[in-house]
């Protein structure tokens, strides 16, 4: 007999151990090992068969082993400890308490997806897993983030195959009660909501789960309330499901939604305000609007004009993009926005023709029809970044056509390179080394740690590898069964599971998103190569390969299916292995049990990549194309790249190339190295790289040093400025004044004339250059520009590629706004040189040259 409904009930702990729950109700139990050892200590089957799920696990514990524990002075001395070790954490100053002055009171983090741990499953990929790394971060150092999310009731699907191979998705209904999160209150009781007006019918409502990360909130809106009619309830049904329209609900929820729910957060706990907001990617991008309606419109606000609250926004807001890859960008018919933002909408007094100028792809090769979500997250943030230098390069490249009148290079796009969280994902045996070498891993600072790397003796460490190894290897082969299982294969027909892969074989791990630019089957290029490198006879080399392709995306489930077939060949099925469904729960003994971590993209559509990073805190040494993190920290020594044949446009040839450079490196310099074992049967060289990739990524791959940069290169600055501009919204009136004016004088603004002397024909190294510019400014004063030479190095076109800038300074002024600015310039480099000046806008509150997208230049 089938149920019709479900709910968990919660267990009613004895006092004596009302720890359990306060453990097991903070996500800190998933990156802190001495409490996942107090639950296994309370039943040790039970916890392995509960899939390490603290909530699970005390909802299926009998009472009488709970009266047992309440007797069990051991136990209970063990549990002490544990809950004062959590209340130190929550309570202690950390490096943000001690180390930042001024820096902002709190900060909303919004993200669609945030993938902490297995046990509340609401991420797909590298987005979700780098927003969870962010959070668990912030709490270890102390920076007061809360996060704002949804809580899908299906989160992302789960994976497994068809007989031929062929990816199924299946999506299983989570219930709220059995996760590890609360539903926010008020003071009565009484569940807090929010609600969103949408049109053509009733408000949308959503109530507030928290999640505590350690010390910071996560608030995740779940429309699953009884009120909502049957298609609001599915707005949040799951992650990346459904049409445009879907989307959009579910972002609407996200951003408006998502300022709604701080709000009442802040009401009923107490909890600062955020005073900067970081939209991580386009999704949660409407966030700005609310804020807008809250500035603008709302009864108890300020009621300032559009234009100041948007400078109020801006300043105050953060966005992160992170993806070059066109078809990522979220754009939405602009005729979709119209109805959601127009008459009866979200955010009811905001007018719809400036929304919609916000997301408009006015510019050269836009599409007028469509709504670009990361062209309004441009606009709506004063300080935007991509997520490697890299790819902060190329993001500049692709939204030039935002700042038509500069050059890449000065494109307001910086980068902060993404990091992953150690304690998550490092494996408690690697950490136990450095441990044993006097590393205090509690400490803010890692520094100590990677000290300790020279101090362990080669064989200690190579001993961990292969336990590391082999864990793998055994979860590979139980992963392994259960999806020749599924796939309706006769438990007679799978004995040799039980010999697929070896301990001791050099294992190369793939695990990613089967989207086409990752080239899932690169490596099968040419079958033949490959199967003559997985049997060789003294070097063979493992593969071990997962990944999920978007529900929708058949040409990446055919992707899987051709690795799925050719790993079902008996020849080598014992060497290569596809494990179904990718999730935190197989990634936490894939990094570790690998020997080199596999990346293949096509570059530069890699933004990042973080699997690499947790590999090589594991130890695991990076074999990858010069794409993301990997063109900037790749140093010669601590991995090998794929050679790539960028200039090369026909893609086959392209994969052709790469592949057969991927086959070399692991033949000839990979497989080698990881076989020349010392009389004692360890490979030194090989650690020699081990212990080179650990000091040199160890200290950089860190969430712990991503999120210090966030905090110091764009929280804090963000804070200052939005506190300039916000003690009675008169700075920001001024600043959205000054920008009307110096947009609507800049017609008549040019560099008339440029003169200079010093340097005769025959120019030496050394020489002065002065340079006098006569402009004209028309209405604008002196002060609210700067008059500007960039000199430098010279192409053969006459184009300064990476110029010099220096300011002039004013020194003469004539009737008609026109002035005189001076200076000099040193020429320290021989060759072709050149110079030109320009006019830009001035005012301390810019974070750019370019943020008004205007510039006089001198004419040729
Ligand atoms: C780290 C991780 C990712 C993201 O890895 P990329 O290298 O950025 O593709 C995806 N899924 C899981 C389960 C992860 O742990």
């Known amino acids: ?21 306060t453990l097991a109700n903070n996500l800190r139990w998933s990156w802190h090992p001495p409490t996942q050892d107090v639950f296994a200590a309370v039943d040790a089957e039970l916890w392995e068969s509960c899939a390490y799920d603290p909530v699970r696990l005390l909802g299926a514990v009998p009472k009488t082993r709970f009266a047992e524990l309440a007797e069990d002075g051991a136990f209970l001395e063990r549990l002490g400890a544990a809950e004062a070790d959590l209340t130190a954490y929550l309570s202690e100053d950390r490096w943000y308490q001690k180390k930042v002055a001024d820096g902002p009171r709190a900060i909303g983090y919004f993200s669609p997806e945030f993938g902490i741990t297995e046990v509340l499953p609401q991420y797909s990929g590298g987005l979700g897993i780098l927003a969870g790394d962010h959070l ?33 998705e299946t999506y299983p209904v989570l219930d709220p009660d059995g996760l590890p999160i609360s539903l926010l209150r008020g003071p009565d009781g009484e569940r807090a909501t929010i609600s969103i007006d949408l049109p053509d019918g009733p408000p949308l409502i959503a109530r507030i789960w928290v999640a505590s990360v350690g010390r910071v909130p996560l608030l995740m809106l779940d429309t699953d309330v009884e009120g909502n009619p049957e298609h609001y309830v599915d707005v949040t049904d799951r992650l990346y499901g459904g049409n445009s329209e879907h989307r959009l609900r579910q972002e609407l929820l996200l951003g408006v939604g998502g300022v709604r729910a701080l709000r009442v957060f802040s009401e009923l706990t107490g909890h600062p305000a955020p005073e900067v907001f970081h939209t991580n990617e386009g999704h949660a991008g409407f966030l700005g609007l609310e804020r807008i309606r809250e500035l603008t419109v709302a009864e108890d606000g300020p009621q300032v004009d559009f234009d100041t609250a948007l400078e109020m926004g801006r300043a105050s807001t953060v966005f992160t993009t992170h993806t070059p890859v066109p078809a990522g960008i979220d754009r939405f018919p602009r005729t979709l926005v119209e109805q959601y933002f127009g008459t009866g909408g979200a955010t009811p007094g905001v007018p719809l023709d400036r929304i919609l100028a916000l997301g408009s792809e006015d510019y050269t090769g836009g599409d007028p029809s469509v709504f670009n979500m990361a062209v309004m997250g441009f606009r709506l943030a004063q300080r935007a970044n991509g997520v490697s230098q890299l790819h902060g390069e190329v993001s500049r490249g692709m939204f030039n056509g935002l700042w038509p009148a500069f050059d890449e290079a000065e494109v307001p796009i910086g980068s902060i390179t993404n990091g992953v969280h150690a304690p998550t994902w490092v494996a408690r045996e690697m950490f136990d080394l450095a441990v044993g070498q006097g590393a205090d891993t509690r400490s803010d600072e890692a520094d100590a740690f990677w000290d300790a790397v020279d101090k362990v003796p080669g064989g200690e460490v190579w001993a961990v590898k292969r336990r590391l190894r082999e864990r793998l290897v055994l979860d590979a082969r139980k992963r392994l069964r259960k999806s020749w299982q599924d796939r309706g294969a006769a438990t007679a027909e799978l004995k040799w599971i039980d010999s697929a892969l070896s301990p001791d074989v050099l294992t190369i791990g793939f695990a990613r998103r089967a989207a086409s630019y990752k080239r899932l089957t690169l490596m099968m290029r040419d079958p033949e190569r490959l199967k003559s490198l997985l049997l060789h006879p003294e070097r063979p080399v493992q593969l071990v390969i997962a990944g999920k392709a978007h529900p929708a995306d058949d040409g990446g489930k055919k992707l899987i299916q051709d690795i799925v077939r050719l790993s ?45 990073m947790k590999a090589a805190l594991n130890g695991g040494l990076n074999l990858s194309v010069l794409d993301g993190w990997w063109d900037e920290w790749y140093d010669g020594d601590n991995g090998w790249a794929i050679p790539t044949a960028d200039g090369v446009d026909d893609i086959d040839k392209r994969d052709d190339l790469e592949a057969a450079a991927l086959y070399d490196l692991i033949e000839n310099d990979v497989a080698p190295r990881f076989y020349d074992h010392d009389h004692e049967g360890v490979p030194t060289r090989w650690l020699e790289m081990v212990r080179h990739t650990l000091k040199s990524l160890g200290p950089k791959v860190l969430a712990t040093r991503m999120v210090r940069d966030y905090v110091r290169a764009l929280y804090a600055p963000a804070a200052g400025n939005a506190r300039l501009l916000n003690s009675d919204y008169t700075g920001a009136a001024e600043l959205a004044a000054w920008k009307k004016r110096v947009r609507a004088a800049w017609g008549s603004v040019r560099v008339e004339h440029v003169e200079s002397s010093g340097v005769g024909d025959a120019a030496e190294v ?9 402009v004209c400014l028309g209405d604008l004063a002196p002060d609210d520009v700067h008059v500007q030479v960039l000199y430098g190095r010279i192409d053969g076109n006459d184009e300064l590629a990476e110029p010099s800038i220096s300011d002039l300074g004013l020194t003469e002024s004539y009737d008609g706004g026109r002035h005189r600015f001076d200076g000099d310039v040193t020429l320290d480099t021989s060759g072709p040189f050149g110079y030109t000046v320009r006019v830009i806008p001035r005012n301390d509150l810019l974070t750019s040259t370019a943020e008004l997208g205007v510039v006089a230049l001198a004419p040729a």
């Open 1 to 21: 007999m089938r149920a019709i409904r479900r709910f968990t009930v919660r267990p009613v702990l004895p006092d004596a151990l009302a720890a359990l729950g």
């Open 136 to 168: 668990k971060a912030a709490s270890d150092l102390g920076v007061p983030i809360v996060g704002v999310g949804l809580l899908y009731r299906h989160g992302y699907f789960k994976q497994s195959l068809s007989r031929e191979g062929w990816q199924q």
């Open 766 to 774: 050394g020489a002065v250059l002065s340079v006098r510019a006569f």
């Open 568 to 612: 079902d060949d008996p020849e080598v099925r014992h060497r290569i292995v596809f494990l179904p469904n990718y999730d935190i729960a197989m990634a936490k003994p894939l990094y570790p049990g690998t020997d080199v971590w596999l990346n293949n993209p096509l570059r530069p559509y890699e933004a990042c990549g973080t699997s690499g």
